[in-house]
């Protein structure tokens, strides 16, 4: 009896569907993923145990360990209406053109004195090459006339929609931090949050025992 051969089943049509599978779940993550952006100010902050995170939109305050103070408009809806209350009332007489260019910067990092001159320069100030928001004393206090500017944008709004940080380096001294909060309190702030870098509660603590809603970095 001659014997019969049974043709062996071709699997190519498997691989094909399995290779398309990983290909589209590959492609998925790479347009999903969320690439971090880069830091154009440099700052180690303190850690600390917390479970909530900073939310979008914020308005931050930065401070580097040379003591420099850049202030971040994170709040794009409220942006212009800062830059703008900022304008008239220092009198910095930026042209439209000039408050446009300042709306696209990152952070803002320099006396008001010379924010125009900044504005004119044929390439964007790099915020390391800034002097920083002078915070001088508790009478000589620039940050003061920003937080003012911040606050009156937030007008006729529930001031629990400002989220105000504060980023300060570890290195950074303590009195321009106090200096920080001065600018604070003279605008009737007396709630912020502190940016840390987060850190995993220990097992045995007594958060990790008896955890609550949720822990706030909130200062007063």
């Not at 009332?89 to 006396?111: C, D, N, S, V």
């Not at 321009?176 to 220990?202: H, M, Q, S, W, Y």
Request: one cysteine or more; hydrophobic letters at 40%.
């Amino acid at each position: 009896m001659p014997k019969v051969k049974i043709p062996r089943k071709s699997t190519a049509v498997d691989m094909t569907a399995m290779c398309d599978v990983a290909f589209l779940l590959l492609s998925f993550f790479i347009l999903a993923t969320k690439t971090k952006p880069p830091e154009a100010v440099k700052v180690m902050t303190p850690s600390s145990v917390s479970t909530k995170i900073a939310k979008e939109n914020a308005i931050m305050v930065t401070l580097n360990k040379e003591g420099k103070i850049y202030l971040m408009l994170g709040d794009k809806a409220k942006k212009e209406a800062i830059l703008a209350d900022v304008n008239t009332t220092k009198g910095l007489g930026l042209t439209p053109a000039e408050l446009a260019k300042l709306r696209k910067m990152e952070f803002i990092g320099m006396p008001f004195n010379k924010i125009k001159s900044m504005l004119q320069l044929a390439e964007p100030m790099e915020p390391k090459n800034m002097d920083g928001i002078p915070l001088g004393d508790s009478t000589h206090n620039e940050l003061t006339d920003w937080i003012g500017s911040v606050v009156r944008s937030y007008s006729g709004e529930s001031m629990d929609n400002l989220n105000l940080l504060v980023k300060g380096d570890n290195a950074a001294k303590y009195p321009a931090f106090k200096l920080i909060k001065d600018a604070f309190k003279r605008n009737d702030i007396f709630k912020f949050k502190i940016v840390t870098n987060p850190e995993g509660v220990p097992a045995d603590s007594e958060l990790a025992l008896n955890p609550p809603g949720g822990v706030s970095t909130e200062n007063k």
